[in-house]
T-cell receptor, first 113, second 111 residues
Framework: DAGVIQSPRHEVTEMGQEVTLRCKPI?????LFWYRQTMMRGLELLIY????????DSGMPEDRFSAKMPNASFSTLKIQPSEPRDSAVYFC???????????FGNGTRLTVT | EDQVTQSPEALRLQEGESSSLNCSYT??????LFWYRQDPGKGPEFLFT???AGEEKEKERLKATLTKKESFLHITAPKPEDSATYLC????????????FGTGTRLQVFP
């Protein structure tokens, strides 16, 4: 099992540019989560999907952030336009059900200058 | 507001020096409490799930316990490879998909 795969591992971009982060969940997992981690706030849930349907996006900071899950094996998180305060590590995680633990990818470190 | 607080923020131990990490929470009707380990540059890795007060889980040098208001992660005779950040997360009753994470305890074990 390859685990949750995220790309890119690192992204450096200039303020105002569009950024797209990608995630491939573990095969057979029906829930997918996007988290953001910073030193100050720790891990924060941005949005999650069940069976490819967005369930709760209340953690998405603002309209500049959007996420899609077109099929069971792929999800994207897009920031447009990006701002320096978006700099953080973004994690994707998947799980096989409500009481199943989350399996995290190794994250995308985003730096916006 | 539901909160998860971990202490201490950082802990330095000598190899073999046992200690405990604390996770306290304000969530009522907790459905589950999870412990994760996170190494630098990696995503959190699942360790344990606890569901009810009095429950204990063990894995190698780690033992997790749960009371009605807090959880402890006990580390017995730690080794340098136990160095990592340990995160706890709680599963509230109103949304069991939405884990609330603490900010973690950064553990360093020196030989």
């Amino acid at each position: 099992d390859a685990g949750v795969i995220q790309s890119p591992r690192h992204e450096v971009t200039e303020m105002g540019q569009e950024v797209t982060l990608r995630c491939k969940p573990i095969s057979g997992h029906n829930s997918l989560f996007w988290y953001r981690q910073t030193m100050m706030r720790g891990l924060e849930l941005l949005i999650y999907f069940n069976n490819n349907v967005p369930i709760d996006d209340s953690g998405m900071p603002e309209d500049r952030f959007s996420a899609k899950m077109p099929n069971a094996s792929f999800s994207t998180l897009k920031i447009q336009p990006s701002e320096p305060r978006d700099s953080a590590v973004y994690f994707c995680a998947s799980s096989g059900g409500t009481n199943s633990p989350l399996h995290f990818g190794n994250g995308t470190r985003l730096t916006v200058t | 507001e539901d909160q998860v607080t971990q202490s201490p923020e950082a802990l330095r131990l000598q190899e073999g020096e046992s200690s405990s990490l604390n996770c306290s929470y304000t969530v009522s009707g907790l459905r589950g409490l999870f412990w994760y380990r996170q190494d630098p540059g990696k995503g959190p890795e699942f360790l344990f799930t606890l569901y009810s007060a009095g429950e204990e889980k063990e894995k190698e040098r780690l033992k997790a316990t749960l009371t009605k208001k807090e959880s402890f992660l006990h580390i017995t005779a730690p080794k340098p490879e136990d160095s990592a950040t340990y995160l706890c997360a709680v599963q509230p009753p109103y949304n069991t998909d939405k884990l609330i994470f603490g900010t973690g305890t950064r553990l360093q074990v020196f030989p």
